[in-house]
């Protein structure tokens, strides 16, 4: 690989990769207005995508008055790439290759309140890799992965999706070539570290946009904005939050790609091996607990005592929504094995301790939802519905909780049979398997299920009673719901 932008891009660009920028577009009169001139031909020739032509504006720029302008910066890779994709002559292609590595290097230079380093240095390996890969020796390949280990420790949560994937890519070729799985388990620990958060923050954000959309709709119903005044902010309120779900699912879908590839690295077996050894020596290092328990959580090795001691010391020192909501599940996986109820009681302590730690509405929906059903299996019925409906209150359409409450009326019918008609309970529980169906059509399968097992009031208790079909009937006992007779 050849040393990137060192002597090419010093001759190129004269010298001005330090530059301390004392005039934003010249020292004189007419070199401001040669710089003016050459940022508005760059603007116009890029949003015309005359790219060789903006390339031109381009150089004059960033040689002569590099802060003239950070859109210089945050166009070049686009403008770069399709310059690199259309060129033929091999030794022009390679010298826009390093232009274009340099333009990461430089805009926090230039920018920093705009570009942060880490940013630079993760782009600058993933156009490394992507351009120079395949001729990269080992140890220059261990540089990039070196570039991409610093980047994401900078930017952290805020680490792009396309740097997380071609960072884990890498630390796959490396744990090949040296069959050394610790570059691919380390990277799988730093992507569980981050990306959950990363993810959480974009969907904080987008229900904040969503929030700040349906208060704007409000107002219009109301009279108290004009169309016009409307038309404005609905607008840049419909990007953000239309940009911020993108992100979330960028996220997610970069995780999950990245959870699918370490799967024939990362068995429970080699993690314990791994973290067993670490945890002994790292219980002061709460940075690396936390990504010991998210690559084990997400490895599914929820019933080693490994994962188990880790998750406690991390709660004990840093509780917050995930460490309160893990140990909540766990204490009801522990009641399966044990039938305690202390279990379920510590359970429901920990889940409601993840309600207040959390910070979106799907947070708070399962981790009610998981309230629900452990009161669901100590029996306390009534507060398992109010939990259900807590979580529905956070998420209108999640099926599965209206499923629970169904469970929940079909398995009164013992309790309730003194002081109501028999098996009238069922008919609640179908009025609520029809309504997780229609919230989320996902649960078909799981409520045509619950409803075959339905055992109806017989005909003769419907004539004893005057009762026929359509009619409306009002639930007692502690259900007190209206339903349909059927």
């Not at 690989?1 to 660009?13: D, E, G, P, R």
């Not at 020739?45 to 910066?73: L, R, T």
């Not at 993108?246 to 959870?259: A, F, H, P, S």
């Not at 004990?316 to 044990?338: C, I, Q």
Request: net charge neutral; aromatic share 10%; charged share 25%.
């Amino acid at each position: 690989m050849k040393k990137l932008v060192v002597a090419i891009m010093m001759l190129a660009f004269g010298g001005s990769l330090f530059a301390q920028c004392p005039f934003k577009y010249g020292a004189t009169e007419e070199d401001s207005l040669k710089g003016l001139e050459q940022v508005s031909l760059f603007n116009m020739s890029y949003k015309a995508k005359n790219y060789a032509e903006a390339y031109e504006a381009w150089q004059y720029i960033v040689k002569h008055c590099p802060c003239a302008w950070d859109g210089v910066y945050t166009n070049a890779q686009n403008m770069l790439q399709n310059l690199i994709k259309d060129e033929k002559d091999s030794l022009r292609r390679e010298h826009l290759i390093d232009t274009l590595i340099y333009s990461y290097e430089v805009r926090s230079n230039y920018f920093p309140e705009k570009f942060t380093k880490g940013y630079g240095l993760g782009f600058k390996a993933y156009n490394t890799l992507i351009y120079r890969g395949k001729n990269c020796t080992s140890d220059e390949l261990m540089q990039v992965l070196d570039w991409f280990i610093q980047s994401v420790e900078m930017e952290k949560e805020k680490t792009q999706p396309a740097i997380w994937d071609k960072y884990f890519q890498l630390a796959e070729i490396v744990t090949k070539s040296k069959r050394d799985t610790s570059y691919v388990i380390e990277a799988y620990g730093r992507a569980t570290d981050y990306l959950d958060v990363s993810t959480n923050n974009a969907l904080v954000k987008y229900e904040k946009q969503s929030e700040a959309l349906e208060a704007l709709n409000a107002q219009l119903e109301a009279g108290q904005i004009d169309r016009m005044a409307y038309d404005k902010q609905a607008k840049v309120l419909s990007a953000d939050t239309a940009r911020q779900m993108k992100l979330v699912l960028n996220y997610r879908k970069t995780l999950k790609k990245i959870e699918t590839a370490v799967t024939p690295y990362a068995s429970c077996e080699v993690l314990e091996e791994v973290y067993s050894k670490k945890l002994a020596a790292s219980k002061d290092d709460i940075s690396a607990i936390n990504k010991m328990v998210m690559t084990m959580y997400k490895g599914g090795c929820l019933s080693s005592p490994v994962f188990k001691e880790a998750l406690q010391v991390l709660h004990n020192a840093n509780p917050n929504r995930n460490t309160a909501f893990w140990l909540g599940n766990l204490s009801l996986s522990s009641w399966g094995n044990t039938k305690d109820n202390a279990e379920l009681d510590a359970a429901i302590k920990y889940l409601q301790t993840a309600i207040e730690l959390s910070e979106t509405n799907e947070q708070r929906a399962d981790a009610n939802y998981t309230i629900a059903v452990a009161y669901q299996l100590k029996g306390a019925y009534s507060e398992s519905r109010n939990a259900a409906y807590a979580a529905l209150k956070a998420n209108p359409n999640m099926g599965k909780a209206y499923i629970l409450i169904g469970k929940l009326y079909a398995a009164s019918a013992g309790r309730c049979s003194g002081e109501d008609l028999p098996l009238a309970c069922c008919w609640a529980a179908a009025d609520k398997y029809a309504k997780a169906v229609a919230v989320d059509p996902s649960c078909e399968k799981d409520a045509a299920k619950e409803r075959a097992n339905l055992r109806y009031p017989s005909k003769d208790d419907l004539f004893k009673r005057g009762l026929k079909a359509g009619d409306s009937y009002r639930v007692g006992c502690w259900i007190q719901e209206s339903t349909t007779v059927r």
